[in-house]
């Protein structure tokens, strides 16, 4: 059950209510939303699916009102733990079951907050690449469907297809290179993630060994 408390600004510019895990959402949009009832249960359901300690590194989640930047998708803080989403990414298609756009954005969250502001999970992956581990390599040459470029996206998304697709079992097709998380594809990239250290944590809200071999053993053999 989510523990609901409105408050108004100074300003009377956004109300904000407490989400599950102690995560604050900050409404620009008024009671027309957006979120509307929907969007915000999907909102919800979408946090039950995050591991508990990467939540931990999340404090705020603002829901803009039309015309406040970002103009489409979402944004990041990546020192303070706040993630902005645009008032038009509540009704894209690919919002409707999960909200992928907060997962992608937790995906930055997780990579900053872990490395106290820096990408520290992105910053592992380029070693592996330089290494001469190919599937880092796969997963940084991996298309990307937003408008920011960089290296920081492709490890995002990969958060984002593993949470979608290993711990919420729910569809998810990778919009700029649909074959990317699919089959073996998917598996080499995963692999990679979780040798980060966002791995420990996604590995523990499955129940997975720490063994990274038998994880990816375990993970191919999941219905």
């Known amino acids: 059950m989510s523990l609901f408390r409105m408050e108004a600004s100074s300003m009377s510019q956004y109300t904000e209510e407490v989400l599950p895990y102690a995560v604050r959402l900050r409404l620009w949009g008024g009671p027309q939303g957006p979120p509307n ?3 915000m249960a999907i909102l919800r359901a979408t946090l039950d699916v995050i591991p508990l300690e990467h939540l931990c590194l999340l404090r705020l989640i603002e829901a803009r009102r039309a ?7 979402g944004g990041h803080d990546p020192a303070g733990g706040v993630i902005r989403l645009s008032a038009e990414s ?12 907060l997962l992608h954005e937790m995906g930055h969250i997780v990579d900053a907050g872990l490395g106290g502001g820096h990408y520290v999970c992105t910053q592992q992956i380029q070693q592996m690449r330089a290494q001469g581990d190919a599937d880092a390599a ?6 990307h469907r937003g408008a920011t470029p960089g290296a920081i996206e492709r ?4 958060y984002l297809a593993f949470v ?14 649909p074959g990317a998380y699919v089959g073996s594809e998917a598996e080499r990239r995963f692999r990679v993630l979780l040798e980060t250290r966002a791995g420990a944590g996604l590995r523990r809200r499955l129940g997975l060994t720490d063994d990274f071999a038998a994880t990816i053993r375990d993970l191919a053999h999941r219905p």
């Open 37 to 39: 009832a929907r969007q």
């Open 67 to 73: 015309g406040q930047a970002p103009a489409h998708g």
């Open 90 to 101: 509540f009704g894209k298609p690919y919002n409707q079951t999960l909200n992928q756009t």
């Open 138 to 143: 796969a997963l940084l040459n991996t298309l």
């Open 155 to 158: 490890t995002a998304d990969a």
């Open 164 to 177: 979608m697709l290993r711990i919420a079992r729910a569809p998810f097709v990778h919009g700029a290179q």
